[in-house]
Nanobody, 125 residues
Framework: QVQVVESGGGLVQPGGSLRLSCVASGFALDAYSIGWFRQAPGKEREGVSCISSKEGRTYYADFAKGRFTMSRDIAKSTVTLQIDSLKPEDTAVYYC??????????????????WGQGTQVTVSS
């Protein structure tokens, strides 16, 4: 059974950093592409970044370039999202998701089928 579980969220002050983890089970990380998404209160879920299955190439939404870094450890079945210089507007529930069809990746929600339960990130002083 394909499953992903996020962790690592929390309350952090502006300017701080967080490292989110997404642990996968039921598949190998080099078989399926993985995406990170976030949803702020009252807003639609938006794509943050993704990593392609075979080549492990990353792609970032424009707002995520420079402060967000996505990586994976295939042996540990773990994908991480490092977020630096956190801003209050980064406050959201962060989700990872699985695209079981594509060799490439996209931050479009419709590409993804399996979703985790999310982890809350709150940026506040």
């Amino acid at each position: 059974q394909v499953q992903v579980v996020e962790s690592g969220g929390g309350l952090v002050q502006p300017g701080g950093s967080l490292r989110l983890s997404c642990v996968a089970s039921g598949f190998a990380l080099d078989a399926y592409s993985i995406g990170w998404f976030r949803q702020a209160p009252g807003k639609e879920r938006e794509g943050v970044s993704c990593i392609s299955s075979k080549e492990g190439r990353t792609y970032y939404a424009d707002f995520a370039k420079g402060r967000f870094t996505m990586s994976r450890d295939i042996a540990k079945s773990t994908v991480t999202l490092q977020i630096d210089s956190l801003k209050p507007e980064d406050t959201a529930v962060y989700y990872c998701a699985v695209d079981p069809w594509s060799d490439y990746c996209s931050v479009a929600r419709t590409w993804y089928e399996h979703w985790g339960q999310g982890t809350q990130v709150t940026v506040s002083s």
